[in-house]
């Protein structure tokens, strides 16, 4: 089979094949865009380089030298030839991988070619700077060398040596560096740098970047081999990366950086701070034209927003790249709506366009002007992703911890610092333009981002950083602002989030596409307000635990827990019937007609037992019982392994008392609701139940409790009775559970801890082993396992239908991923619910998944 391909031999629907990268060339090439030639390494020969021990085959080299002869034809120049052929060697993946693999720029140098490029272009400082800067990039792709140890020896001899003495001392210190000597065959030198660029895919920083993007580990790179073009010949010559569209707001006009005199790892790498693109309109209108009318050809050809790489070599623009730019959530949502509007794309495909998992971010607003006007400004940077952000201030990303709002403050980040951008809630950097790495990858993780903000100095010993005359201490909190790129001292108030036009009118599409019911986990009035604003279609789970965290009622569950006489029990209980009815009461009141679920108490008795002496001594007062007797029972309490323990319905067998009172407070609630004339629809949930028996033991009882208060009240009204699906046992006999129920609601944070016997508190310390190691791809607690526990869901879902009335949905956290979401709807499920940040992903995901 062909493994490498000329640009004329491929188009972009072959990125599986050709990387995308590859495919975007191809393509420029077949619609005529002006594109130095290059052949392409098919991604299949990266697979084969793995299989065969990651050694490249005969036979693949010498398919490469056919094309490369192919491409010394096409040029009219040749390895080592007169007029001599310089390539860029590059990877490009599938999948868009910015920063996160490497690239080597004039490869084919070496003191022959040097002396023959002088004739050629005359210019003796250009060639020999292309000639260090090509000595540097392979030493430290091919062979690991650090890179500023060449940038110090520049600095060091710069004027003191002749260009080729300074070339002579640079291949000594890769001598010394290596212990081999720098190769001059081109031949060679190529060979050995599309190996490191195979090699490359298996990089630390690669696999955290595929696993934190879900990108398949095995699709493997392909690798780009391009004729050089100069942007640093002369004045007229430079090297730009634009986007059609402003990626951090989403406005429609050209957004970019350019350098005169340079290459364009000069800009990525944001060693130097760029020009904004429209002063190229003054500096070289007529390349800026044509870059305008390339740039509009691309966004209509590809219907995206694209993000290009240009060189101008001489005054003759040409295309390096094009992709899909990535752009802030904000820009995703205006680009996605204004490209409809413009015709360019279908309702379907714009929303196709937008990845659900960064709209968190749209939800976190902007800083409130008043808080701005008292709040200290300490500097400004550019604004690099949209946003705004409050956080500790941390200057290593190995210190960014999960537990923590930090803020990571770096003077430029590099690929190594992935990690600790994901984990951070925003990034500064003090170098680079709005499009260098740091912006770029920040931008795609749908983090706040400040670029280039060059008044701050870190000073890493005393790990603290001086700006504009403050000193700020890591530790400290600042607030960075990605829509302004301003930063202050300490916290600055933020506005609630709000629903823009663009996004309301997104949503809108989302819900006349979509087929799954989307509902909110909320168990307090602020949340349902929160989830109902951001388009929840009622309450898919209350956790009626969850409610007695609020203020002092923690008391009154601790206290119905630990009575134990009938006069202690009745009291506790007819404490908890008013509040739980008043906390019933509002919520149904802000859902108004939607339907609410509510699950009744599932208290891993571990977190409600007071633990602190004081707690236990006011617990004794209340009860007015001894504390000796309160550690006691806590004692007689205490479960060894309490997530399997007396939780969930457990506590009904043991106790019916408490389902019932809670039932009773549902109902009532209702009735008042449907006299004030709401249409309320209670729906009673049973958690983790493991037969129809214990289920039927439980309903009876609520059953009784119901008909007395209707009977009590002199009204009824309609409810539904369901229980959740949390355990191995309760999916195998779903057909037994379903004939009893109105509804299933699968609890997948339980079911993946039932079904993995994983610990839903614990795993965390042992599962990054298993994503090292191949072992799990991605966290079950996060996506659903669709192969272990996704087939307990599908059979309990085929099991239940046999009551053709029954209703089912999720409630687990994976109600909110939209990978979980997919699957729910091919199993066919009938809603998701999430928790109110969570509601927009889920709409979006969810009409994704039906289109
Ligand atoms: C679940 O287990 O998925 C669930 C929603 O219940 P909880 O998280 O409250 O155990
Ligand atoms: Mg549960």
């Known amino acids: 089979m062909k493994k490498v391909y000329l640009f004329a031999e491929g188009n972009k629907n072959m990125i599986n094949l050709l990387g995308g990268k590859g495919?975007?060339?191809s393509e420029m090439k077949s619609i005529g865009l002006p594109i130095p030639e290059g052949i392409i390494i098919s991604t299949e020969a990266c697979k084969e380089y793995y299989k065969n021990e990651r050694v490249l085959s005969t036979e693949l080299k010498k398919e490469i030298l056919e094309q490369i002869d192919k491409l010394e034809k096409l040029t009219g120049k040749s390895f080592e030839?007169?007029?001599?052929?310089?390539v860029s060697v590059r990877s490009g993946a599938?999948?868009?991988?910015?920063?996160?693999?490497?690239?080597?720029?004039?490869l084919g140098m070496n003191d022959e070619t040097a002396k023959k490029m002088i004739e050629i272009f005359k210019d003796e400082d250009f060639v020999y700077d292309l000639y260090f800067r090509f000595i540097q990039m392979f030493s430290e792709i091919v062979m690991g060398v650090e890179k500023e140890l060449f940038f110090k020896l520049r600095e060091k001899l710069k004027g003191r040596l002749s260009n080729l003495e300074l070339i002579n001392k640079a291949k000594i210190m890769y001598w010394e560096e290596t212990g081999e000597f720098f190769p001059e065959s081109a031949k060679e030198q190529l060979f050995m740098a599309i190996n490191s660029i195979f090699k490359s895919w298996e990089n630390e920083r690669a696999k955290v970047y595929r696993r934190i993007n879900r990108i398949d580990d095995s699709m493997g790179t392909a690798v780009v081999i391009q004729e050089m073009v100069f942007g640093n010949l002369?004045?007229?010559?430079g090297t730009g990366v634009a986007f059609t569209r402003n990626p951090s707001t989403g406005e429609?006009?050209?957004?970019?950086?350019?350098?005169?005199?340079?290459?364009g790892e000069d800009i990525?790498?944001?060693?130097r701070t760029p020009e904004a693109i429209e002063r190229l309109r003054e500096e070289l209108p007529d390349i800026y034209e044509e870059f305008v009318k390339i740039a509009c050809i691309l966004e209509k050809h590809n219907k995206d927003m694209q993000d290009i790489e240009f060189t101008i070599e001489d005054g003759k623009l040409f295309l390096l790249q094009t992709r899909n730019g990535k752009r802030s959530p904000y820009a995703a949502i205006k680009i996605a709506v204004d490209m409809v509007k413009e015709g360019l794309l279908t309702k379907e495909e714009a929303i196709m366009k937008v990845d659900p998992a960064v709209l968190p971010q749209l939800l976190h607003g902007n800083f409130e002007p008043a808080a701005l006007k008292n709040a200290t400004l300490l500097g400004k940077g550019l604004a690099g992703s949209a946003g705004v952000a409050i956080g500790r201030v941390v200057f290593a990303s190995e210190r960014v911890h999960t537990k923590e709002m930090t803020i990571l403050v770096r003077e430029e980040t590099s690929p190594e610092d992935i990690k600790g951008i994901s984990l951070a809630q925003g990034i500064v950097t003090v170098k680079g333009g709005a499009t260098s790495h740091g912006a770029v990858v920040a931008r795609g993780m749908g983090k706040c981002c400040v670029t280039g903000c060059g008044d701050i100095k870190i000073d890493d010993i005393r790990r603290e950083m001086t700006i504009n005359g403050y000193t700020v201490k890591e530790g400290e909190f600042i607030s960075i602002s990605g829509y302004t790129g301003e930063i202050y001292l300490g916290k600055v108030g933020l506005t609630k989030p709000q629903f823009d036009d663009n996004l309301k009118e997104f949503v809108s599409w989302c819900k006349e596409i979509k087929r799954l019911g989307i509902r909110m986990n909320a168990d307090t009035v602020t949340d349902a307000q929160l989830g109902k604003g951001f388009g929840a279609e009622g309450i898919g789970l209350c956790r009626t635990e969850h409610m007695f965290f609020q203020k002092d009622k923690i008391w009154t569950i601790r206290g119905m827990i630990l009575s134990h006489d009938t006069d202690e029990v009745a009291r506790a209980l007819e404490k908890m019937h008013q509040l739980q009815r008043e906390d019933f009461y509002n919520i149904f009141k802000v859902v108004e007609n939607d339907v609410v679920i509510v699950r009744l108490l599932d208290p891993p008795l571990h977190e409600f037992l007071p633990k602190e002496q004081k707690d236990k001594e006011k617990m004794a007062e209340i009860l007015g019982v001894s504390l000796e007797e309160i550690?006691?029972?806590?004692r007689n309490l205490k479960d060894e392994n309490p997530m399997l323990g007396h939780r969930g319905c457990r506590l009904a067998v043991t106790r019916p008392e408490l389902y019932n009172v809670q039932a009773r407070a549902i109902i009532e609630a209702g009735i008042q609701c449907k006299r004030e004339g709401l249409d309320v629809k209670p729906e009673i949930m049973i958690p983790l139940i493991i037969g129809a028996k214990e289920l039927l033991f439980i309903k009876k009882n609520l059953i009784t409790?119901?008909?007395?208060?209707?009977?009590?009240?002199?009204?009824?009204?309609d409810y539904k009775l369901g229980t959740m699906m949390e355990t191995p046992r309760a999916c195998l006999l779903a057909d037994e559970i379903g004939a009893e129920v109105d509804f299933f609601s699968f609890g997948t944070n339980d079911l993946t801890q039932t079904t993995m016997g994983l610990s839903r508190d614990d795993s965390v310390k042992f599962m990054p082993e298993y994503y090292e190691n191949g072992i799990l791809k991605v966290e079950p607690f996060a996506t659903i396992d669709e192969r272990g526990v996704g087939k307990l869901v599908k059979l309990a879902v085929e099991l239940g239908r046999k009551n053709p009335h029954i209703e089912m949905g999720v409630c687990g956290e994976h109600g909110g991923d939209p990978k979980s979401i997919e699957f729910f709807e091919q199993v066919g499920l009938d809603y998701v619910s999430c928790s109110p940040f969570r509601v927009l992903v889920a709409i979006v995901a969810a009409a994704q998944s039906h289109i």
């Open 234 to 237: 002369n004045e007229k010559s």
């Open 94 to 106: 599938p999948v868009s991988m910015p920063g996160m693999m490497d690239t080597i720029l004039n």
């Open 268 to 271: 990525v790498a944001g060693i």
């Open 705 to 717: 409790e119901i008909e007395k208060v209707f009977e009590e009240q002199g009204m009824r009204i």
């Open 23 to 25: 495919g975007n060339l």
């Open 252 to 263: 429609k006009n050209i957004f970019g950086e350019y350098l005169l005199k340079a290459q």
């Open 631 to 634: 550690e006691r029972r806590v």
């Open 81 to 86: 030839g007169e007029h001599p052929l310089l």
